[in-house]
């Protein structure tokens, strides 16, 4: 069964703002008008969390 998009967790590395966010409408919230957003879908908080800290160590982490 598909999680649907409100229930789904992102990775955002660049955008206005950047973090492990669940829903659809808070990503498009945080990136409209950003050029070259960055978000990966996770099917879990905790993977979200995890990508998003691995992005940030790695240094590809960008607030515009």
């Known amino acids: 069964m598909a ?3 409100a229930k ?3 990775a955002v590395m660049r955008g206005l ?4 966010v669940q829903g ?3 990503v498009r919230a945080i990136t409209r008008g950003v050029n070259g957003a ?3 879908y996770y ?4 993977l979200a969390e995890a990508a ?3 992005a940030l ?3 590809f982490v960008e607030v515009v």
């Open 8 to 10: 789904r967790w992102y």
């Open 43 to 46: 099917p879990s908080q905790e």
């Open 24 to 26: 659809a409408v808070m």
């Open 3 to 5: 999680i649907p998009p």
């Open 38 to 40: 960055v978000v990966e």
């Open 57 to 59: 160590r790695a240094g």
């Open 52 to 54: 998003f800290d691995l």
């Open 17 to 20: 703002c950047v973090g492990a």
